[in-house]
């Protein structure tokens, strides 16, 4: 169940990533037309990307704190 979740949590993370970015491009491409920024993404930072990372590693410890749980649950 750890594995499962592990590779369900990083999917998703890597997915919404990508939609982040790409609709913060787009954004930043419209509103900024013509304009070349410094670095790679520039007029289109976001803070969402660092969110998504904050909630990917939430929702390991999460999935770690159950599991172990479930391993206690049966102990003496």
């Not at 990083?10 to 491409?29: G, Y």
């Amino acid at each position: 169940m750890v594995t499962f979740g592990h590779a369900i949590i990083d999917r998703s993370k890597i997915v919404w990533t990508r939609r982040v970015e790409a609709q913060a491009l787009a954004e930043a491409q419209a509103a900024h037309a013509g304009s070349t920024p410094a670095e790679a993404l520039g007029f289109a930072w976001t803070a969402k990307p660092a969110a998504l990372f904050v909630l990917d590693q939430v929702a390991h410890i999460v999935v770690i704190v159950w599991a172990w749980a479930l391993f206690l649950l049966d102990a003496p």
